[in-house]
């Protein structure tokens, strides 16, 4: 019975581990689709000059287009509830579009996302061409901005399915485990029987021969 009941539990989480391993390869398909997008996107940020960014921090009213990215990408590297001044701040750093394109994504949690899409799409949805049209500098921090989003949701997908898969394979070989203990125990059952068996032919044959030769003295008396 323990032998058939670790075969019918090791079915079922291969089954479970097997659903698993399948739903872990669409989300590593979609990452590994996501990651060619995120690096272009640094790439083309690289691409900024700094006298573009002059230009947009010279700007006292900017377009409402330049105004929006620049605050989501301010807030995505860490400011809160930033306003036109600190973003001229910002991109007056030397050290802006290197923190854009080592930016870490792991950095980035659902609470920020939102504000950042908050912020974004505060006005309806925009097109890559929109913001380029008003900007070839935003035009890339708005796609980086997009893919950092983008990679980050799909990467938070594939972690709690590694851990599941991780669990499922403990199961299975803590089962395995049961399942070669069982089957130990049994081979060890079935070579007792078996010895048992040979004792009692052994214990009959000698019972035999006793009763023989019994018969035998009864015989002579």
Known sequence: KNKVDAMKLNEILEVQNAEVETRAEKARIQLADAEPALLAAQSSVRSIKKSQLDEIRALARPPPVVKTVLEAVTTMLGSNKPNWSDVRKAIA????????VHFDTDNLDEKRIKVVQDILFSNGEMTIEQVNRA???????YQWILS????KNISRLVEPLREE????QA???ENAEKKANCE??????????????????S???????IKAEMELVEARV
């Open 93 to 100: 750093k030397t050290d802006f579009i290197s923190t854009v």
């Open 165 to 168: 898969m991780q669990s499922l």
């Open 203 to 209: 214990t009959i044959r000698q019972i035999e021969i």
């Open 171 to 173: 199961l299975c070989q």
């Open 135 to 141: 900007s070839l500098a935003c035009g890339p921090l």
């Open 148 to 151: 950092q989003i983008k990679f």
């Open 184 to 201: 130990r125990l049994i081979k060890v059952s079935q070579e007792n029987i078996a010895r048992y068996k040979d004792e009692y032919a």
